[in-house]
């Protein structure tokens, strides 16, 4: 298994423009997630899924959109990038199940640039 | 919602000797607490974890002991090496149901000297 895969690995992009950071996993996991990260905060959670076609907000969601129409993918969208958003992005997957624990799978994160 | 604290952010030990992480958070309900070990430049990967029926659970060099009571748990590397210098987050999640999300520490880096 490839486990989670991003693209691109790092994108420069001008304010206002507008971007997809794709994110795939081939482990069959109803759970997905779009965090970014920061120095000195951790990793905030952005947007996450539990299923195709269901999907919800973190605690930061402002200024990203998601949808989730394969259990396979989940695409972040940026629709008018700002210099706010210049940080590391990754998409993490995870199991899921009642009364099931299982720890996220992160992708190898995608290093954006807006200037 | 989950808040997760972690201290300290900075750790320097010399090579041989222990490290310590502790980590505090606020839902009792949270019932699932791994810790991830991030390097420069590369993604977080599972080190260990531990569920909230467990108090402690040991791994080779590393440990995570957790007081529900309390709520907080630690890390605890023993006879540290320079590979073990990186970034260590924890997170704490309520996985009861399919929503559970993860709210992750601010995260600790520690630099291992020879």
């Known amino acids: 298994n490839a486990g989670v895969t991003q693209t691109p690995k790092f994108q420069v992009l001008k304010t206002g423009q507008s971007m997809t950071l794709q994110c795939a996993q081939d482990?069959?996991?109803?759970?997905m997630s779009w965090y970014r990260q920061d120095p000195g905060m951790g990793l905030r959670l952005i947007h996450y899924s539990v299923g195709a076609g269901i999907t919800d907000q973190g605690e930061v969601p402002n200024g990203y959109n998601v949808s989730r129409s394969t259990t396979e993918d989940f695409p972040l969208r940026l629709l008018s990038a700002a210099p706010s958003q210049t940080s590391v992005y990754f998409c993490a997957s995870r199991r899921t199940g009642t009364g099931y624990n299982s720890p996220l799978h992160f992708g190898n994160g995608t290093r954006l640039t807006v200037t | 919602g989950e808040n997760v604290e972690q201290h300290p952010s900075t750790l320097s030990v010399q090579e041989g000797d222990s490290a310590v992480i502790k980590c505090t958070y606020s839902d009792s309900a949270s019932n699932y607490f791994p810790w991830y070990k991030q390097e420069l430049g590369k993604r977080p990967q599972l080190i260990i974890d531990?569920?909230?029926?467990?108090g402690e659970k040991k791994d080779q060099r590393i440990a995570v002991t957790l007081n529900k009571t309390a709520k907080h748990f630690s890390l605890h590397i023993t006879e540290t090496q320079p590979e073990d210098s990186a970034v260590y987050f924890c997170?704490?999640?309520?996985?009861?149901?399919?929503?559970?999300?993860?709210?992750f520490g601010a995260g600790t880096q520690v630099v291992v000297t020879p």
């Open positions: 482990m069959n996991h109803e759970y």
């Open positions: 997170a704490a999640s309520e996985t009861t149901d399919s929503w559970g999300k993860f709210q």
């Open positions: 531990i569920r909230s029926n467990v």
